[in-house]
């Protein structure tokens, strides 16, 4: 799908310029899950512009199907991104005074499509959020948020789906949840890019590429994957296990799954 090559983004500010990447090669096929880490100010931001059609190399070759990105001019880079891109990103961009509808359906509305509120209305149900379609975002906690951000990504059904920091700022339980829908729409045939600070969310993906002053330093296969289903189950039973072990202390009789009511 995507084939980067020898990739350099300089970035001029006055007579300072710094070099974001550094000469990239990087490879990602169709139904890939890939977890781009690595320090902070190593390039990874600038390499998910670049993935994305946001933003071109200054030097260097990028195809996405074939087409080459390095020379499309603003038009043809905003044409690709509506074709095939859906986008998440932390702080997750939503309007505030808008309904989780109309967030969704929004970039529809640009794109002229039809079927929007249908396809709105879909994405909501997909991410699990069928019941708060009418909700403002500060209306919804910060994982729900970041939900409706996802429906968004993926209600135009995208060939690639990029992340950065998507469960950045959120519980555990929530990242989990973000990453369950990630790894469901990969089950699906989706190719999911991501990038993420925290290992213990990169090994959700399938591969691993650690980026460090604007190169690729290491790329790997992930052995021991995680899955989210699992991971959210064992989480539901050590909060249950924790509800027993403080019923016992206090001689509280309440049965776990009322005390456990919002979550
Ligand atoms: N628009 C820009 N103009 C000038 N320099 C930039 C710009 N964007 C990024 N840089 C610089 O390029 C380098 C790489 O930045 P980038 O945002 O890609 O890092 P990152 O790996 O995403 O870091 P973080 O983990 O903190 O998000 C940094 O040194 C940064 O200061
Ligand atoms: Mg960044």
């Given at each position: ?6 990739v350099r ?54 195809k ?17 991104r ?11 961009n ?11 359906e ?12 249908e ?42 789906i ?15 949840e ?12 989706g ?40 991971e ?6 050590e909060?249950?296990l ?22």
């Amino acid at each position: 799908m995507l084939h980067i090559r020898d990739v350099r983004k300089i970035y001029t500010m006055g007579d300072q310029t710094v070099q974001a990447l550094d000469g990239i090669d990087l490879d990602i096929f169709d139904g890939e899950m890939v977890a781009i880490m690595g320090p902070s100010g190593s390039g990874k931001s600038t390499l998910m512009h670049i993935i994305g059609c946001l933003d071109t190399p200054t030097e260097g070759s990028y195809k996405f199907d074939d087409e080459e990105v390095s020379e499309m001019d603003e038009v043809q880079l905003a044409d690709i991104r509506n074709r095939k891109i859906g986008f998440v990103f932390q702080g997750f961009n939503l309007l505030s005074r808008t309904s989780a509808l109309e967030n969704v359906e929004l970039p529809m509305v640009y794109g002229k499509i039809p079927d929007r509120r249908e396809r709105a209305v879909a994405a909501l149900e997909r991410v699990g959020l069928g019941n708060r379609i009418d909700h403002k975002p500060n209306e919804l906690s910060g994982g729900q948020q970041q939900r409706v951000a996802i429906a968004r990504a993926i209600a135009m059904a995208p060939r690639l789906i990029l992340a950065d920091e998507p469960t950045g700022n959120l519980s555990s339980q929530q990242s989990e949840e973000i990453m369950q829908i990630f790894q469901e729409l990969n089950d699906e045939g989706g190719t999911v890019v991501m990038v993420t600070h925290e290992p213990d969310i990169g090994r959700h993906c399938k591969r691993m590429v650690t980026i460090k002053d604007g190169r690729v330093l290491e790329d790997e296969l992930i052995k021991d994957r995680l899955n989210a289903t699992i991971e959210l189950a064992r989480l539901a039973a050590e909060r249950e296990l924790e509800l027993e072990r403080r019923a016992n202390r206090t001689g509280n009789t309440l049965k776990p799954a009322q005390a456990l009511e919002p979550v």
